[in-house]
């Protein structure tokens, strides 16, 4: 049984803040979801609230709104499951329980699926940390057959044919960094003090997320911490992590600007994937660029850069 993550959703507040994250594990996979490889090269809206982005969706002909999740395995509908649902999850700071649900009809972009299987998950605490509506989130399975080109600075993103596109024929890349897969998360290598890290593209995390027992050896100048700030999953659990800026990480040949984390222990979740991750990279790691995450290539091509990061 392959285990899934649901990426992490994080909210910064100007004041103590309460971050929401949604990295998830349970035994469920689905193999009935066939996507097939529709491509377009229009831009689609992306809408980013509190780092989280979202896209509009159509379940069933209503219309709603999406995480655009890389973190997550499959699609995921914000329903209360059933009292007998099955489906057990690990999230970073507990457990919740899921329920299959059958979808007549989800369309999205250049994407229509009839007769798919989802779960069903209640996220109405996520809701409530992001003061918006969530439909669900999209996640791996509707993103693999695609080459996915972000660019949160114009508010966009591009489901592009893996094969060809016009992107490689009219431009070249400034960095290409080979990932590798841990089931369906995309883990990329950064380095810190010569230590190799290795990170989940995340693209539902409003804040980077690093294992706490990573932060033990790196200096002063490289790692400081600004205080305690509250950690929510896709359980309703809350709990309390230290944030901190790291300076100097290099991700191949490119220095990277100082960026937040929250810390929090992985050991939980680490025991159930495999291969241990060291944390996850999100909003404020690819708000510094215009960058496209490559599935069946596994690389991470980096575009262009923007000026500044918060």
Not at 25 to 49: A, D, K, M, N, W
Not at 61 to 83: C, E, F, R, V
Not at 144 to 158: H, M, R, V
Request: hydrophobic share 40%; proline share 5%; glycine share 8%.
């Amino acid at each position: 049984m392959k285990g899934i993550f649901v990426g992490m959703l994080l909210l910064t507040q100007i004041t103590f803040a309460q971050h929401p994250i949604s990295l998830v594990r349970t035994s469920f996979r689905s193999e009935r979801i066939v996507v097939p490889g529709y491509h377009t090269s229009i831009q689609i809206p992306l809408e980013l609230v509190n780092g989280i982005p979202l896209v509009e969706a159509k379940l069933n002909q209503t219309l709603g709104k999406y995480i655009l999740d890389t973190g997550a395995p499959m699609l995921l509908i914000n329903q209360i499951p059933m009292q007998n649902s099955d489906i057990q999850a690990q999230g970073i700071n507990g457990t919740f329980r899921g329920g299959a649900v059958k979808v007549t009809d989800f369309e999205w972009h250049t994407q229509r699926q009839k007769q798919m299987v989802a779960v069903a998950a209640d996220l109405t605490h996520m809701e409530r940390a992001i003061k918006r509506p969530i439909a669900g989130i999209i996640g791996y399975d509707l993103l693999k057959n695609s080459e996915l080109l972000l660019d949160y600075a114009g508010g966009q993103l591009a489901l592009l044919d893996p094969r060809k596109n016009e992107l490689h024929r009219t431009a070249s890349p400034l960095l290409v960094v080979p990932f590798t897969m841990q089931e369906h998360l995309p883990v990329i290598e950064i380095q810190v003090e010569g230590r190799t890290l290795r990170l989940v593209l995340d693209t539902g995390a409003g804040i980077n997320l690093l294992d706490e027992a990573c932060a033990q050896p790196f200096s002063a100048t490289t790692l400081y911490r600004l205080g305690q700030e509250q950690l929510q999953g896709i359980s309703p659990t809350i709990e309390q992590g230290t944030s901190v800026r790291i300076a100097g990480a290099m991700i191949g040949r490119q220095s990277l600007p100082e960026m937040k984390f929250l810390l929090s222990d992985l050991t939980q979740f680490n025991t159930k994937i495999g291969i241990p991750v060291d944390g996850l990279l999100g909003y404020s790691f690819f708000k510094q660029m215009k960058c496209s995450i490559h599935y069946s290539e596994q690389k991470f091509y980096i575009w262009s850069w923007q000026n500044t990061i918060q």
